[in-house]
DNA sequence: CTCCAGGGAGCTA
DNA sequence: TAGCTCCATGGA
Protein backbone atom coordinates (compact mmCIF):
# COMPACT_ATOMS: atom_id res chain seq x y z
CA UNK A 1 0.00 0.00 0.00
CA UNK A 2 1.57 2.66 -1.27
CA UNK A 3 1.41 6.03 1.45
CA UNK A 4 1.81 9.96 0.59
CA UNK A 5 2.16 12.31 3.27
CA UNK A 6 1.96 16.13 2.29
CA UNK A 7 -0.02 19.18 4.19
CA UNK A 8 -0.70 17.16 7.29
CA UNK A 9 -2.86 14.53 5.38
CA UNK A 10 -2.19 11.08 4.37
CA UNK A 11 -3.07 9.90 0.74
CA UNK A 12 -3.30 5.92 0.09
CA UNK A 13 -2.43 5.75 -3.54
CA UNK A 14 -4.81 3.34 -5.58
CA UNK A 15 -5.48 0.84 -3.13
CA UNK A 16 -7.11 -2.30 -4.09
CA UNK A 17 -8.67 -2.94 -0.82
CA UNK A 18 -9.84 0.20 0.86
CA UNK A 19 -12.95 1.28 0.19
CA UNK A 20 -14.73 3.92 2.11
CA UNK A 21 -18.08 2.68 1.29
CA UNK A 22 -17.54 -0.46 1.76
CA UNK A 23 -15.62 -0.11 4.88
CA UNK A 24 -18.06 1.92 6.83
CA UNK A 25 -21.09 0.74 5.40
CA UNK A 26 -20.78 -2.87 6.03
CA UNK A 27 -22.43 -3.12 9.14
CA UNK A 28 -19.30 -3.23 11.29
CA UNK A 29 -19.09 0.34 12.63
CA UNK A 30 -22.14 2.47 13.42
CA UNK A 31 -19.90 6.00 14.33
CA UNK A 32 -19.15 6.91 10.71
CA UNK A 33 -21.44 9.40 8.75
CA UNK A 34 -21.09 10.26 5.12
CA UNK A 35 -22.11 13.93 3.49
CA UNK A 36 -21.41 15.39 0.46
CA UNK A 37 -18.90 12.51 -0.11
CA UNK A 38 -17.13 13.16 2.92
CA UNK A 39 -16.83 10.31 5.65
CA UNK A 40 -16.23 11.63 9.15
CA UNK A 41 -16.12 9.77 12.47
CA UNK A 42 -14.48 9.28 15.70
CA UNK A 43 -12.48 6.88 17.12
CA UNK A 44 -10.26 6.95 20.19
CA UNK A 45 -11.41 10.14 21.33
CA UNK A 46 -10.18 11.71 17.61
CA UNK A 47 -12.17 12.36 14.78
CA UNK A 48 -10.98 11.69 11.15
CA UNK A 49 -12.34 12.78 7.74
CA UNK A 50 -11.70 10.55 4.92
CA UNK A 51 -12.77 11.14 1.38
CA UNK A 52 -12.42 9.05 -2.17
CA UNK A 53 -10.13 11.15 -4.68
CA UNK A 54 -10.25 9.26 -7.75
CA UNK A 55 -8.69 6.39 -7.17
CA UNK A 56 -6.98 7.54 -4.25
CA UNK A 57 -8.44 8.05 -0.54
CA UNK A 58 -7.41 10.77 1.64
CA UNK A 59 -7.41 10.78 5.23
CA UNK A 60 -7.02 14.36 7.24
CA UNK A 61 -4.67 12.90 10.21
CA UNK A 62 -0.83 14.02 9.47
CA UNK A 63 1.97 10.84 9.21
CA UNK A 64 2.23 10.51 13.07
CA UNK A 65 -1.94 10.19 13.45
CA UNK A 66 -1.73 7.80 10.96
CA UNK A 67 1.48 5.58 12.37
CA UNK A 68 0.08 6.14 16.22
CA UNK A 69 -3.53 5.51 15.45
CA UNK A 70 -5.19 5.19 12.29
CA UNK A 71 -2.76 3.01 11.10
CA UNK A 72 -3.78 -0.32 13.40
CA UNK A 73 -7.86 1.08 13.58
CA UNK A 74 -7.83 0.52 9.66
CA UNK A 75 -6.01 -2.95 9.97
CA UNK A 76 -3.16 -1.52 7.32
CA UNK A 77 -0.58 -4.35 8.13
CA UNK A 78 -2.65 -6.68 6.85
CA UNK A 79 -2.74 -8.05 2.81
CA UNK A 80 -5.81 -7.70 2.18
CA UNK A 81 -5.45 -9.09 -1.56
CA UNK A 82 -3.78 -12.47 -0.13
CA UNK A 83 -6.66 -12.81 2.17
CA UNK A 84 -8.98 -12.86 -0.94
CA UNK A 85 -7.25 -15.12 -2.53
CA UNK A 86 -7.22 -17.43 0.63
CA UNK A 87 -10.65 -17.22 1.26
CA UNK A 88 -11.77 -18.13 -2.08
CA UNK A 89 -12.67 -21.28 -1.61
CA UNK A 90 -15.02 -22.11 -4.60
CA UNK A 91 -17.14 -20.46 -6.91
CA UNK A 92 -19.13 -18.74 -4.72
CA UNK A 93 -16.21 -17.57 -2.51
CA UNK A 94 -14.51 -16.09 -5.14
CA UNK A 95 -17.33 -13.89 -6.02
CA UNK A 96 -17.99 -13.01 -2.53
CA UNK A 97 -14.20 -11.75 -1.96
CA UNK A 98 -14.50 -10.14 -5.18
CA UNK A 99 -17.33 -8.15 -4.84
CA UNK A 100 -16.88 -6.91 -1.58
CA UNK A 101 -13.25 -6.05 -2.65
CA UNK A 102 -12.40 -3.01 -0.66
CA UNK A 103 -13.56 -4.08 3.04
CA UNK A 104 -10.82 -3.86 5.99
CA UNK A 105 -12.03 -5.04 9.54
CA UNK A 106 -11.41 -1.82 11.62
CA UNK A 107 -10.06 -2.61 14.82
CA UNK A 108 -12.10 -1.03 17.10
CA UNK A 109 -11.60 -0.29 20.99
CA UNK A 110 -13.05 -3.41 22.47
CA UNK A 111 -15.33 -1.41 24.94
CA UNK A 112 -16.93 0.38 22.22
CA UNK A 113 -17.73 -2.94 20.30
CA UNK A 114 -18.90 -4.33 23.04
CA UNK A 115 -21.15 -2.10 23.79
CA UNK A 116 -22.64 -0.93 20.04
CA UNK A 117 -22.97 -4.99 19.23
CA UNK A 118 -25.12 -5.29 22.39
CA UNK A 119 -27.50 -2.66 21.26
CA UNK A 120 -27.41 -4.05 17.29
CA UNK A 121 -29.36 -7.23 18.69
CA UNK A 122 -32.73 -7.79 16.81
CA UNK A 123 -32.36 -4.22 15.77
CA UNK A 124 -31.80 -2.49 11.91
CA UNK A 125 -28.86 -0.13 11.29
CA UNK A 126 -30.16 3.32 11.10
CA UNK A 127 -32.14 2.37 14.90
CA UNK A 128 -28.83 1.03 16.13
CA UNK A 129 -26.95 4.20 14.89
CA UNK A 130 -29.39 6.45 16.30
CA UNK A 131 -28.84 4.87 19.88
CA UNK A 132 -25.62 4.59 19.61
CA UNK A 133 -25.42 8.48 19.21
CA UNK A 134 -27.83 9.33 21.27
CA UNK A 135 -25.22 7.45 24.03
CA UNK A 136 -21.85 9.45 22.92
CA UNK A 137 -24.12 12.73 23.15
CA UNK A 138 -25.46 12.03 26.38
CA UNK A 139 -22.49 10.80 28.29
CA UNK A 140 -19.30 11.32 25.99
CA UNK A 141 -17.04 14.30 25.37
CA UNK A 142 -17.61 16.63 23.49
CA UNK A 143 -14.23 16.89 21.77
CA UNK A 144 -14.92 19.17 18.54
CA UNK A 145 -18.42 20.85 17.71
CA UNK A 146 -21.11 18.29 18.15
CA UNK A 147 -18.93 15.86 18.26
CA UNK A 148 -18.35 13.20 21.01
CA UNK A 149 -16.51 10.28 22.35
CA UNK A 150 -17.90 6.70 23.25
CA UNK A 151 -18.38 7.36 26.78
CA UNK A 152 -16.04 4.16 28.56
CA UNK A 153 -17.90 2.28 30.44
CA UNK A 154 -16.78 4.06 34.16
CA UNK A 155 -18.99 6.69 32.73
CA UNK A 156 -22.03 3.92 32.56
CA UNK A 157 -21.55 1.71 35.27
CA UNK A 158 -22.60 3.83 38.16
CA UNK A 159 -25.83 4.69 36.18
CA UNK A 160 -29.34 2.79 36.48
CA UNK A 161 -31.69 2.05 33.49
CA UNK A 162 -34.24 4.73 33.98
CA UNK A 163 -31.13 7.59 33.86
CA UNK A 164 -30.13 5.25 30.05
CA UNK A 165 -34.14 5.89 28.95
CA UNK A 166 -33.28 9.05 26.85
CA UNK A 167 -31.67 6.28 24.72
CA UNK A 168 -34.48 4.55 23.99
CA UNK A 169 -32.40 1.47 23.66
CA UNK A 170 -35.57 -1.13 25.32
CA UNK A 171 -34.17 -4.49 27.15
CA UNK A 172 -30.29 -3.39 25.93
CA UNK A 173 -29.74 -0.84 28.50
CA UNK A 174 -29.94 -3.49 31.08
CA UNK A 175 -27.46 -4.83 29.15
CA UNK A 176 -25.28 -2.35 28.59
CA UNK A 177 -25.07 -1.48 32.51
CA UNK A 178 -24.29 -4.83 33.34
CA UNK A 179 -21.45 -5.20 30.92
CA UNK A 180 -20.08 -1.38 31.87
CA UNK A 181 -20.55 -2.98 35.42
CA UNK A 182 -18.53 -6.34 34.59
CA UNK A 183 -15.31 -4.23 32.99
CA UNK A 184 -15.48 -1.82 35.97
CA UNK A 185 -15.33 -4.59 38.41
CA UNK A 186 -12.53 -6.52 36.97
CA UNK A 187 -14.66 -9.43 36.39
CA UNK A 188 -14.14 -8.79 32.79
CA UNK A 189 -10.80 -7.61 31.50
CA UNK A 190 -11.16 -6.27 27.69
CA UNK A 191 -7.49 -5.55 27.55
CA UNK A 192 -6.75 -9.25 28.53
CA UNK A 193 -8.83 -11.32 26.23
CA UNK A 194 -7.13 -9.20 23.32
CA UNK A 195 -4.43 -10.58 24.06
CA UNK A 196 -5.25 -13.96 24.78
CA UNK A 197 -6.74 -16.58 23.09
CA UNK A 198 -10.20 -16.92 20.59
CA UNK A 199 -11.89 -19.77 23.06
CA UNK A 200 -10.98 -17.60 26.42
CA UNK A 201 -12.47 -14.39 24.69
CA UNK A 202 -15.92 -16.20 23.57
CA UNK A 203 -16.24 -18.15 27.35
CA UNK A 204 -15.66 -14.90 29.00
CA UNK A 205 -18.10 -12.97 27.17
CA UNK A 206 -20.79 -15.21 26.70
CA UNK A 207 -20.42 -15.22 30.89
CA UNK A 208 -22.25 -11.56 30.22
CA UNK A 209 -26.09 -11.10 30.57
CA UNK A 210 -27.61 -10.55 27.13
CA UNK A 211 -24.57 -11.45 25.07
CA UNK A 212 -25.19 -14.37 22.66
CA UNK A 213 -22.50 -16.06 20.50
CA UNK A 214 -23.67 -13.82 17.24
CA UNK A 215 -22.48 -10.68 19.87
CA UNK A 216 -19.59 -12.28 21.30
CA UNK A 217 -18.46 -13.31 17.99
CA UNK A 218 -18.85 -9.50 16.33
CA UNK A 219 -16.84 -8.17 19.58
CA UNK A 220 -14.01 -10.79 18.97
CA UNK A 221 -14.21 -10.03 15.69
CA UNK A 222 -14.46 -6.16 15.46
CA UNK A 223 -13.47 -4.81 19.04
CA UNK A 224 -10.66 -8.04 20.12
CA UNK A 225 -8.61 -8.57 16.59
CA UNK A 226 -10.01 -12.34 16.70
CA UNK A 227 -10.13 -12.67 12.74
CA UNK A 228 -10.99 -16.36 13.38
CA UNK A 229 -14.19 -15.50 14.84
CA UNK A 230 -17.03 -16.22 12.24
CA UNK A 231 -20.51 -14.65 13.66
CA UNK A 232 -23.57 -16.01 12.31
CA UNK A 233 -26.70 -13.94 12.41
CA UNK A 234 -29.90 -14.26 9.99
CA UNK A 235 -28.35 -13.02 6.77
CA UNK A 236 -25.42 -15.06 7.53
CA UNK A 237 -27.68 -18.28 8.33
CA UNK A 238 -29.66 -17.22 4.54
CA UNK A 239 -26.38 -16.79 2.93
CA UNK A 240 -24.80 -20.13 4.38
CA UNK A 241 -27.89 -22.17 3.52
CA UNK A 242 -28.18 -20.88 0.15
CA UNK A 243 -24.33 -21.47 -0.74
CA UNK A 244 -22.71 -23.73 1.44
CA UNK A 245 -23.19 -27.71 1.98
CA UNK A 246 -24.87 -28.47 5.43
CA UNK A 247 -22.88 -28.57 8.54
CA UNK A 248 -20.37 -26.25 6.66
CA UNK A 249 -17.41 -25.38 9.00
CA UNK A 250 -16.21 -21.92 8.63
CA UNK A 251 -12.88 -23.14 10.28
CA UNK A 252 -11.50 -24.06 7.11
CA UNK A 253 -10.88 -20.29 6.83
CA UNK A 254 -8.83 -20.44 9.48
CA UNK A 255 -7.49 -17.19 10.89
CA UNK A 256 -9.34 -15.19 8.17
CA UNK A 257 -12.77 -16.52 8.49
CA UNK A 258 -13.94 -13.25 10.16
CA UNK A 259 -12.79 -11.45 6.62
CA UNK A 260 -14.92 -14.13 5.49
CA UNK A 261 -17.36 -13.60 7.06
CA UNK A 262 -17.26 -10.08 6.36
CA UNK A 263 -17.20 -10.51 2.25
CA UNK A 264 -20.55 -13.12 2.69
CA UNK A 265 -22.62 -10.56 4.59
CA UNK A 266 -21.43 -8.12 2.46
CA UNK A 267 -22.56 -10.04 -0.91
CA UNK A 268 -25.87 -11.66 1.19
CA UNK A 269 -26.89 -8.06 2.37
CA UNK A 270 -26.26 -5.76 -0.72
CA UNK A 271 -24.81 -8.34 -3.87
CA UNK A 272 -28.39 -9.53 -4.24
CA UNK A 273 -30.04 -6.63 -6.17
CA UNK A 274 -32.14 -6.33 -2.89
CA UNK A 275 -32.32 -2.64 -1.65
C1' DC B 1 -53.37 -2.50 12.16
C1' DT B 2 -49.38 -6.19 11.68
C1' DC B 3 -44.74 -7.61 11.02
C1' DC B 4 -39.98 -7.76 11.74
C1' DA B 5 -35.32 -6.07 12.68
C1' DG B 6 -26.82 -8.21 12.23
C1' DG B 7 -30.36 -11.81 19.48
C1' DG B 8 -30.71 -13.76 23.89
C1' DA B 9 -32.80 -16.05 27.91
C1' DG B 10 -35.78 -19.19 29.72
C1' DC B 11 -38.82 -22.72 29.22
C1' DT B 12 -40.62 -27.07 27.17
C1' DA B 13 -40.40 -31.72 25.03
C1' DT C 1 -30.65 -30.24 20.58
C1' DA C 2 -34.90 -27.85 18.57
C1' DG C 3 -38.78 -25.02 18.95
C1' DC C 4 -41.37 -21.69 21.11
C1' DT C 5 -42.23 -16.80 23.61
C1' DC C 6 -41.09 -12.53 25.38
C1' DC C 7 -38.13 -8.78 25.80
C1' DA C 8 -38.56 -2.51 24.02
C1' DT C 9 -38.66 0.29 20.16
C1' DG C 10 -39.46 2.04 15.64
C1' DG C 11 -39.97 1.80 10.66
C1' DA C 12 -42.33 -0.33 6.73
Not at 3 to 18: C, E, H, Q, V
Not at 145 to 173: H, K, Q, W
Not at 228 to 252: C, N, Q, R, S, Y
Request: aromatic content about 10%.
Amino acid sequence: MEILYKNGRTLIKSPADFDPDKIFDCGQCFRWEKTDGLWRGVAGGRVLTVRQCGDDVLLDCSQRDLEEFWHDYFDMGRDYAAVREKVSLGDYMRKAAAFGRGIRILRQEPWEALCTFIISQCSNIPRIKGVVSRLCGLLGEEIEDNTYSFPGPEVIAPLGVCELAPLRAGYRAQYILDAARAVCDGSLDLDALRSGGADEAERALLTLNGIGKKVAGCVMLFGLGKTEAFPIDTWMKKALKEHFEPGFDPAVFGENAGIAQQYIFYHARWGGGVQ
